[in-house]
């Protein structure tokens, strides 16, 4: 079992920055891959950024929409996976959530932190 607890959403201005933190306990050798998803209203849950185990090399990958803004970090001995967003516009507003999968391909969610940005 894979426990995930968010932390660092807010309230910030478009052209602002946040910090979301996602750290793991538990079976925290069995995951290969951790990831920010985001939901908004009325909208399905969609992939943000993953990051990849590869080795000495860890694989990033990020949606379209926040390519160039945001960058997803993985710090192994604090067993914490951050996403540093920059650049926010109020379409990035949503709830974001910590996802790790393991090796196995079990899936574990964190609950969820709320980001809003206003105009």
């Known amino acids: 079992q894979v426990q995930l607890v968010e932390s660092g959403g807010g309230l910030v201005q478009a052209g602002g920055s946040l910090r979301l933190s996602c750290a793991a306990s538990?079976?925290?050798?069995?995951?290969?891959?951790m990831g920010w998803h985001r939901q908004a209203p009325g909208k399905q849950r969609d992939l943000v950024a993953a990051?990849?185990?590869?080795?000495?090399?860890?694989?990033?990958n990020y949606a379209d929409s926040v390519r160039g803004r945001f960058t997803i970090s993985w710090d192994y001995g604090k067993t914490t996976v951050y996403l540093q967003m920059n650049s926010l516009k109020p379409e990035d507003t949503a709830v974001y959530y910590c996802?790790?999968?393991?090796?196995?391909?079990?899936?574990?969610w964190g609950q969820g932190t709320q980001v809003t940005v206003s105009s």
């Open positions: 538990g079976s925290i050798g069995s995951i290969n891959a």
């Open positions: 990051i990849t185990r590869g080795g000495s090399t860890n694989y990033a």
């Open positions: 996802n790790a999968r393991t090796f196995s391909n079990n899936a574990y």
